[in-house]
C-alpha cells in the first residue's frame, strides 16, 4: 500500500513539474512575441497610458535596427507634412524664416549639419556633439557645462551669421535635425530649471522675469505673503496662455523666451525641410541612427543618458496642473496645440476634460 502512494506521489510530482516546465515556455514565446510586434510608437503610447507605480515594457533593442528607424522617421515626417497643410490651425504651425530662427540653427560646415536648438529637449547634449566636431575636445565627457552655454567660446556657428545666399545653399543640402518632447512636459521642466533650481545662476529669470509675471498674473497676494514674490506654477501657466498681453510682456523681456517658446517657434518645421525629428521619449533609440545618418558615428558618441529621464511622467504633470483651473489650462492647451499635433503627442484630455 504504501509502495502505490509512494508511486502516486512521484507521478504527481512529475505532471505538475512538466507543466510548470510548459507554463514557462509559453511565457516565454508570449513576451517575445510582444516585443518583436511592439513598434516605438506603440511602445511610447504605453508609457503615456500605463501608471507609474507599474513596471513599463522597455523598448526591446530589436527594434534599434536601421530599417525600423526609418521607418518610424519617415512616419513622423509624413505627419508633419500632413498636419502642416491644415488650414484650420495655420497661426500655430507656420512661422517666418526670420532671424530669430536662424539664431537657433547650428551649424557645422565641416560635416555639413544643421541643427535647430530646442531648449529643455537634450539640447546641452547634442550641442556637446557638434562642440566635438569642432575639435576643440576629443569626446563630450570632456566638455564644462559652462563651455557649452558660452557663446564666446564654445566656437559654434548660427546659421544667422552667414549670408543669405550661404544661409539658403545649407538649409537645401545639409543634413538637418532638431529635437521634441511632450509640451507640457517642457514647460514643467523650465519652470524648475528657470524659477526653482537656476543651476546656471541667470539672476534676470527670478529678480526680472517672475516678478513681471507675478505683477501681472497672480490672481490674488495678500500684503506680507512669504509666496508673494515666489512665482507659481499656476502665474506661469496663466501668462503662457495669454494671447493678448503676454507678447507686450516679452517686449520688456526684449524678445521671447526661447525656454518656453513653441518649436513652431524655435525651428520653423513646416517651413524648413528636416531630416529628422528625434522624441525625447525614444533618445536611446533616436542618438545613435541620427549620428549614423549624419555620418559622424565613428567621430563622436552621444552622452550617457541617465535610466529613465526620458520616460514620460504622467504624474507628475498631474501634480503640477492640480489646482489650476480647467480654463487656464484649456488656453495653455491652445497656444502649444500645434506643437501637440505637429509631433504626435496625444491631446492631455486628462487636464482638459
Known amino acids: ?13 512529475g505532471w505538475l513539474l512538466l507543466m510548470l516546465i510548459l507554463f514557462h515556455k509559453l511565457v516565454s514565446v508570449t513576451q517575445v512575441s510582444y516585443v518583436e510586434n511592439q513598434s516605438w510608437e ?37 505627419l508633419l507634412a500632413s498636419v502642416c497643410k491644415n488650414t484650420s490651425l495655420r497661426n500655430l ?49 570632456e566638455i564644462p557645462e559652462d563651455f557649452v552655454h558660452a557663446n564666446s567660446k564654445n566656437d559654434l556657428t548660427r546659421l544667422s551669421s552667414l549670408a543669405p545666399e550661404e544661409i539658403q545653399h545649407r538649409l537645401q543640402t545639409y543634413f538637418k535635425f532638431f529635437f521634441v518632447r511632450d509640451p507640457l512636459e517642457r514647460l514643467i521642466s523650465a519652470f524648475k530649471d528657470k524659477f526653482k533650481h537656476n543651476p546656471r545662476n541667470e539672476p534676470w529669470y527670478t529678480h526680472d522675469i517672475a516678478p ?26 496663466r501668462y503662457l496662455g495669454d494671447v493678448e498681453h503676454r507678447q507686450l510682456l516679452d517686449q520688456q523681456f526684449g524678445e521671447p523666451i526661447i525656454h ?12 524648413i525641410n528636416y531630416d529628422v525629428i528625434g522624441h525625447h521619449e525614444t533618445l536611446e533609440q533616436d542618438a545613435p541612427h541620427i549620428l549614423r545618418a549624419a555620418g559622424i558615428d565613428k567621430l563622436v558618441s552621444y552622452p550617457a543618458i ?39 503627442y496625444p491631446r492631455p484630455d486628462f487636464l482638459l476634460d
Open 1 to 13: 500500500m504504501k509502495l502505490q502512494w509512494s508511486c502516486r506521489l512521484c507521478g504527481l510530482c
Open 42 to 78: 506603440e511602445a511610447l503610447q504605453m508609457k503615456v497610458m500605463l501608471k507609474p507605480d507599474k513596471p513599463i515594457p522597455p523598448v526591446p533593442i530589436i527594434l534599434s535596427s536601421v530599417q525600423e528607424w526609418e521607418s518610424v522617421t519617415e512616419k513622423r515626417n509624413q
Open 93 to 141: 504651425m507656420h512661422v517666418s524664416v526670420d532671424r530669430f530662427v536662424l539664431d537657433r540653427i547650428f551649424v557645422s560646415d565641416k560635416h555639413k549639419i544643421l541643427f535647430c536648438q530646442t531648449p529643455k529637449v537634450d539640447n546641452t547634449q547634442w550641442k556637446k556633439v557638434l562642440i566635438v566636431l569642432t575639435g576643440a575636445f576629443s569626446t563630450v565627457e
Open 212 to 237: 513681471a509675471i507675478i505683477a501681472n498674473y497672480r490672481k490674488s497676494s495678500r500684503a506680507g505673503d512669504p509666496d508673494a514674490s515666489d512665482l507659481k506654477f499656476e502665474d506661469f501657466v
Open 260 to 271: 518656453w517658446v513653441t518649436y513652431v517657434e524655435l525651428c520653423a518645421p513646416c517651413e
Open 306 to 344: 541617465p535610466p529613465g529621464i526620458t520616460r514620460y511622467n504622467k504624474t507628475k504633470v498631474q501634480s503640477y496642473f492640480s489646482g489650476i483651473s480647467k480654463e487656464d489650462i484649456r488656453r495653455l492647451y491652445a497656444r502649444y496645440q500645434g506643437d501637440f499635433e505637429l509631433f504626435g
